[in-house]
């Protein structure tokens, strides 16, 4: 007779005094968003996806990303990454994750992605994005944590 097989479920236990910086903290919920049953780093990634392609925002990067190549600005990928992070993180003078610059200002497209940037050369990830990607992250980590508050 063929042995069953128990899947156990790890769990992280979380306080108010937990470290989030701490590496061997990090290793555990990081193990355990990819353990097998909880598989939740794709859960996560998917949903951050479908809000990107939904917003159109993954075809704006593309055709940005071949405006820089085309263009001569960038000849390498890592040239390229390199403009797009710069642009896609927000600048000191901004509010974060609406793009609205201090002087009052949006710089929102018509698709509704922040273009950022110096030169509005960028695109920023737009807010709904954002704002479901961290609800899939809340739900994922409260199925593998634990928490008490002291």
């Known amino acids: 007779m063929p ?46 996806l479908h809000e990107l392609q939904a917003s159109g925002w993954t075809a704006a990067l593309r055709t940005y990303c071949l405006e820089l190549l085309r263009s001569g600005e960038c000849a ?3 040239e390229v990454m390199s403009k797009v992070l710069s642009h ?5 003078g901004e509010d974060e994750p609406s793009g609205r610059s201090s002087n009052g200002t949006n710089g929102v497209n018509g698709n509704g992605m922040v273009r950022s940037g110096p030169d509005g050369s960028g695109i920023r990830i737009p807010e709904k994005a954002v704002r479901e990607g961290i609800k899939a992250v809340r739900t994922e980590l409260e199925k593998v944590c634990d928490w008490t508050f002291e």
Request: net charge positive; hydrophobic share 30%.
């Open 3 to 48: 042995a069953s097989s128990t899947t156990t479920t790890s769990r992280v236990s979380i306080s108010s005094s937990t470290t989030y910086t701490d590496p061997a903290h990090r290793q555990a919920l990081t193990t355990a968003l990819l353990s097998s049953p909880n598989n939740s780093i794709p859960r996560i990634q998917a949903t951050l």
């Open 76 to 78: 390498t990928f890592d």
């Open 88 to 92: 896609a993180l927000p600048t000191s």
